[in-house]
């Protein structure tokens, strides 16, 4: 835990001296974006409901990281999973009660997810195609589906923006059932979706560290001579995984699709596959990791749209920046400071083991 931090405070004193180089204090600039994704009214709403997203992400970059394999597909998986979910809305919503539908729909955005993963899966398994190579081609496809369907079959009547029709069954804002208890609370997109997420969070954990697949999953991310040696199913575990990592990010959909938006609209996804990648290596893989990853790019998402706000010379692609800082600190140069440590520190704890 300890050189994740360093690399980030790292990452945030360079940043700050990209600041500095452009004439603003770094030092206020920390401040605002601090104020912005927590302070402000509203701010933490908007700052979790990013989370959600990246959470979602993060775990389905970190269950195929197990088994050494990178999935980044994530960005097609959710869009596919938001057709699968507003599909169901679409076709149940003026028949059946939103209590009914909404299960339906969020196992439906998971399924569509899976799928959208599966073939990739068995690609890798049986031919030896590298998912990275799949899975970007798939984001492609998806993109594409999307386009075709949302400005032909799927769109809305009378209407040129390519988005289907608002959705009956959705889930409630926060603020909205914070309002119903008396409790004041100003309006975000946020809402039960983080729930569900932090339900996926105990379900990787439990399914990656305490059964004996998740042993499988491991063996063969540590090596795969040793796991068919042990007798794992090689191909069968690879697109099992591949399946479970692309309905984790087919649930990324439910955030948006069944929550913030209520309705399916083009490019909702917004990169939030992509930055799942980051979430996932600065947060270890682990489930834990994974969420105070996310609540801190769920931070640089909206306390970054308040610099550009009180800064003329600091817009959005200064967010960029920090966020490419922090990605290039937590991954290619995540075990920079191993070594220097354990250099540092192993002469003091020499004596303790002697």
């Keep these: 835990m300890v050189i994740p931090l360093l690399n980030l405070v790292l990452a945030f004193l360079v940043a700050g001296l990209v600041v500095a180089m452009i004439g603003e204090n770094p030092w206020r600039a920390l401040t605002v974006m601090i104020q912005g994704a927590f302070v402000y009214p509203?701010?933490?709403?908007?700052?979790?409901?990013?989370?959600?997203?990246?959470?979602?992400?993060?775990?389905?970059?970190?269950?195929?990281f197990q088994?050494?394999?990178?999935?980044?597909?994530?960005?097609g998986q959710a869009a596919i999973g938001g057709l699968g979910a507003a599909l169901v809305c679409l076709a149940l919503d003026p028949y059946l009660p939103g209590l009914v539908v909404l299960p339906l729909a969020i196992?439906?955005?998971?399924?569509?997810?899976?799928?959208?993963?599966?073939?990739?899966?068995?690609?890798?398994?049986?031919?030896?195609?590298?998912?990275?190579?799949?899975?970007?081609?798939?984001?492609?496809?998806?993109?594409?589906?999307?386009?075709?369907?949302?400005?032909?079959?799927?769109?809305?009547?009378?209407?040129?923006?390519?988005?289907?029709?608002n959705l009956e069954a959705t889930l409630p804002k926060v603020h909205e059932i914070l309002r119903a208890f008396g409790i004041e609370a100003t309006a975000s997109p946020l809402?039960?979706?983080?729930?569900?997420?932090?339900?996926?969070?105990?379900?990787?954990?439990?399914?990656?560290?305490k059964t004996p697949f998740g042993f499988r999953i491991r063996t063969l991310g540590e090596s795969e001579p040793a796991a068919r040696y042990a007798g794992v199913a090689v191909p069968r575990t690879i697109i099992v995984v591949m399946c479970i990592s692309g309905a984790l990010a087919?649930?990324?959909a439910v955030n948006d699709v069944l929550g913030a938006q209520?309705?399916?609209?083009?490019?909702?996804?917004?990169?939030?596959?992509?930055?799942?990648?980051?979430?996932?290596?600065?947060g270890r893989s682990h489930p834990v990791g994974i969420v105070l990853a996310s609540i801190l790019f769920g931070a640089l998402y909206q306390g970054g749209a308040e610099l550009s706000f009180e800064f003329r010379t600091i817009d959005r692609e200064m967010v960029l920046v920090i966020q490419g800082l922090i990605i290039l600190f937590s991954g290619a140069l995540a075990y920079m400071l191993e070594k220097p440590l354990v250099r540092l520190f192993s002469p003091r704890l020499a004596p303790a083991h002697g």
């Excluded at 979790?48 to 775990?59: D, K, M, P, Q, V």
């Excluded at 809402?191 to 560290?209: D, H, K, R």
């Design 107 to 165: 196992v439906a955005a998971a399924l569509f997810g899976a799928a959208w993963a599966f073939l990739p899966g068995v690609l890798q398994a049986t031919r030896g195609s590298h998912v990275v190579i799949t899975t970007i081609m798939f984001n492609f496809i998806a993109a594409g589906v999307l386009v075709a369907l949302l400005t032909g079959a799927l769109i809305r009547p009378g209407q040129s923006t390519p988005q289907t029709r």
């Design 250 to 252: 087919g649930l990324m």
């Design 42 to 64: 509203g701010s933490l709403g908007y700052t979790l409901y990013y989370a959600t997203n990246f959470i979602f992400a993060g775990l389905a970059v970190a269950v195929a």
């Design 262 to 282: 209520g309705k399916l609209i083009l490019n909702f996804t917004a990169g939030y596959g992509f930055t799942g990648i980051a979430v996932a290596l600065m």
């Design 191 to 209: 809402n039960l979706s983080i729930v569900l997420a932090l339900v996926a969070c105990v379900v990787v954990w439990v399914l990656v560290w």
């Design 67 to 75: 088994a050494r394999l990178f999935n980044i597909g994530g960005e």
